[in-house]
């Protein structure tokens, strides 16, 4: 069974940063695509950004230049970096883990929130 452990997340003010992180336990076949995604209220969930396990990123242009993921294969470890955060970053992330050989095997994490005040 695997689990997908989000954390990180919390208030802060406009141009400030916050760091997520997403801690995958259970087996998962080490070709994969890791993804944050985030959902504001009343906002379809939308893709922010992806890499691969060859380190490949994709981002969203929203947040191109100011957030940053990378991972820790070893430690099954998935991160973002969110730096100059704009009111509109408001959402709750959820770190995803997509399996490319079997994209059936499509993991999501329960969430974290994150406020930006103005």
């Known amino acids: 069974q695997v689990q997908l452990v989000e954390s990180g997340g919390g208030l802060v003010q406009a141009g400030g940063s916050l760091r997520l992180s997403c801690a995958a336990s259970?087996?998962?076949?080490?070709?994969?695509?890791a993804g944050w995604f985030r959902q504001a209220p009343g906002k379809q969930r939308e893709l922010v950004a992806a890499i691969t396990s060859g380190s490949t990123t994709n981002y969203a242009d929203s947040v191109k230049g100011r957030f940053t993921i990378s991972r820790d294969n070893a430690k099954n470890t998935v991160f973002l970096q969110m730096n100059s955060l704009k009111p509109e970053d408001t959402a709750v992330y959820y770190c995803?883990?997509?399996?490319?050989?079997?994209?059936?095997?499509?993991?999501w994490g329960q969430g974290t929130q994150v406020t930006v005040s103005s």
């Open positions: 995803n883990v997509r399996e490319v050989l079997d994209p059936t095997n499509n993991y």
């Open positions: 259970g087996t998962i076949f080490s070709i994969n695509v």
